[in-house]
């Protein structure tokens, strides 16, 4: 964890507003200090290595959930259901992150509804966040390269507003220049369950992508919004790659081969994501990213699918999408499990359970110690600036 941006004044989610009057109030997770600090055993010279790369590259989370969630993860059903995050401005002014696709509630958001996904329930998470985010000037909406850039020259992190799935748009292909109108700039297709558009990495059987799919795709090419795959099949992750005139992101997973579960990509999703110039994004979520060889999930665990990845398809296509919040994301996915099909998604390989994931447990902390990790492991700058950032703003550029 970084010391606070000097740039960070001091906002706290909703300060602009009165508690109990304007908003409901929860018992909030701690933001900062929840767990023990991860360390890493650095000498004084990779510290100050971690802290330079930081501060001069760009550094970005292709995937991530910032929101400070409620003490008790059985309570966070009644939190979405007000519309109301708080949101980790003073973890994020610790992160190192100069920018970050912000993923807001996802299937989570049920705010009209007991199970998410739905139109009004989308448009309350984005507006209802954008307001909080325009009572401070650290975090800023960014909508074009450019704004990612200006954020990173002034000090600021730039939020890119991003949708894990399109089944909000149902059969209205309009809804996508909607969301491109509020700013909205990345989306996935299905998010494990099948919808109008495709199958997810849940189904039984795997239709690939629709012809509404397909209309939806070069929809979505026209605006400028870059596609996401990590919650689709293997046949709709290709067949999106394939359909795609620009490249396609896996913004938070990881490799198959590595650990044998749906929520991983195989090989053949990873090699033509990377052969149409897309990245992916390394998840870090808990019970996602195992290994063999380091079955209790961590930042080791994490690692060993970079590294495989890179193996496979080079450092160009390789980054990092953690996908965390601030509190006990066990407890998140225990809680929201019929929502999230999580039993589905992950199928029914043994595995260690853990608390919290060593190392990338919140955004605060992911990058000064995924920075760290590639500093103790020898790799070079130009490596780690491609990891951490400049891939994905390659991708970007082609996109937007």
Same mark, same amino acid.
């Given at each position: 964890?970084? !010391?606070? /941006?000097? *740039?960070?004044?001091? @906002?706290?989610?909703?300060?602009?507003?009165?508690?109990?009057?304007?908003?409901?109030?929860?018992? +909030?997770?701690?933001?900062?200090?929840?767990? !023990?600090?991860?360390?890493?055993?650095?000498?004084?010279?990779?510290?100050?290595?971690?802290?330079?790369?930081?501060?001069?590259?760009?550094?970005?989370?292709?995937?991530?959930?910032?929101?400070?969630? $409620?003490?008790?993860?059985?309570?966070?059903?009644?939190?979405?259901?007000?519309?109301?995050?708080?949101?980790? #401005?003073?973890?994020?002014? *610790?992160?190192?992150?100069?920018? @970050?696709?912000?993923?807001?509630?996802?299937?989570?958001?049920?705010?009209? /509804?007991?199970?998410?996904? %739905?139109?009004?329930?989308?448009?309350?998470?984005?507006?209802? *966040?954008? =307001?909080?985010?325009?009572?401070?000037?650290?975090?800023?909406?960014?909508?074009?390269?450019?704004?990612?850039?200006?954020?990173?020259?002034?000090?600021?992190?730039?939020?890119?507003?991003?949708?894990?799935?399109?089944?909000?748009?149902?059969?209205?292909?309009?809804?996508?220049?909607? +969301?491109?109108?509020?700013?909205?700039?990345?989306? &996935?297709?299905?998010?494990?369950?099948?919808?109008?558009?495709?199958?997810?990495?849940?189904?039984?059987?795997?239709?690939?992508?629709?012809? #509404? &799919?397909?209309?939806?795709?070069?929809?979505?090419? %026209?605006?400028?919004?870059?596609?996401?795959?990590?919650?689709?099949?293997?046949?709709?992750?290709?067949?999106?790659?394939? =359909?795609?005139?620009?490249?396609?992101?896996? $913004?938070?997973?990881?490799?198959?081969?590595?650990?044998? $579960?749906?929520?991983?990509? /195989?090989?053949?999703?990873?090699?033509?994501?990377?052969?149409?110039?897309?990245?992916? &994004?390394?998840?870090?979520?808990?019970?996602?990213?195992?290994? =063999?060889?380091?079955?209790?999930?961590?930042?080791?665990?994490?690692?060993?699918?970079?590294? @495989?990845?890179?193996?496979?398809?080079?450092?160009?296509?390789?980054?990092?999408?953690?996908?965390?919040?601030?509190?006990?994301?066990?407890?998140?996915?225990?809680?929201?499990? &019929?929502?999230?099909?999580?039993?589905?998604?992950?199928?029914?390989?043994?595995?260690?359970?853990?608390?919290?994931?060593?190392?990338?447990?919140?955004?605060?902390?992911?990058?000064?110690?995924?920075?760290?990790?590639?500093? %103790?492991?020898?790799?070079?700058?130009?490596?780690?600036? %491609?990891?951490?950032?400049?891939?994905?703003?390659?991708?970007?550029?082609?996109?937007?």
């Amino acid at each position: 964890m970084q !010391p606070p /941006s000097p *740039r960070y004044a001091g @906002y706290h989610s909703f300060d602009y507003l009165e508690p109990h009057t304007d908003y409901r109030v929860f018992e +909030l997770a701690p933001e900062l200090g929840r767990l !023990p600090r991860h360390e890493q055993g650095l000498t004084v010279e990779q510290h100050a290595r971690v802290a330079r790369i930081l501060q001069s590259e760009h550094v970005i989370s292709l995937h991530e959930h910032p929101k400070i969630l $409620t003490a008790d993860p059985y309570e966070l059903r009644e939190y979405n259901h007000t519309g109301r995050n708080a949101m980790g #401005f003073e973890g994020l002014a *610790r992160s190192g992150m100069s920018a @970050y696709f912000d993923n807001f509630m996802n299937g989570t958001n049920c705010v009209t /509804s007991e199970h998410g996904w %739905k139109w009004n329930d989308v448009v309350y998470d984005l507006g209802l *966040r954008f =307001a909080d985010v325009a009572q401070q000037d650290h975090i800023v909406l960014a909508r074009t390269v450019t704004e990612i850039v200006a954020a990173k020259e002034s000090g600021r992190i730039a939020l890119i507003a991003g949708l894990e799935a399109a089944t909000m748009i149902e059969n209205e292909l309009d809804r996508l220049d909607v +969301l491109y109108g509020l700013g909205v700039r990345q989306m &996935g297709i299905a998010y494990s369950m099948a919808n109008q558009l495709g199958s997810g990495l849940a189904e039984a059987r795997d239709g690939g992508l629709t012809a #509404f &799919g397909r209309r939806a795709v070069e929809r979505m090419n %026209k605006l400028g919004i870059a596609i996401d795959v990590s919650h689709s099949s293997d046949r709709t992750s290709l067949d999106v790659i394939e =359909a795609s005139e620009v490249p396609v992101f896996i $913004t938070h997973a990881g490799a198959r081969s590595v650990w044998p $579960t749906n929520r991983m990509k /195989s090989d053949e999703v990873i090699v033509a994501c990377a052969e149409r110039g897309g990245v992916i &994004g390394i998840e870090a979520a808990p019970h996602t990213t195992l290994s =063999a060889a380091h079955p209790a999930h961590s930042l080791e665990s994490v690692m060993d699918h970079f590294v @495989y990845c890179v193996d496979l398809v080079g450092i160009d296509h390789v980054a990092f999408g953690p996908d965390t919040n601030f509190g006990d994301h066990v407890g998140l996915h225990d809680s929201f499990a &019929g929502h999230l099909a999580t039993a589905q998604a992950h199928g029914h390989v043994e595995h260690e359970r853990v608390p919290y994931v060593a190392g990338v447990e919140n955004p605060a902390e992911n990058f000064t110690n995924i920075v760290g990790w590639l500093v %103790k492991h020898g790799w070079s700058d130009g490596d780690i600036s %491609k990891a951490i950032g400049s891939n994905i703003l390659r991708v970007l550029t082609e996109v937007w």
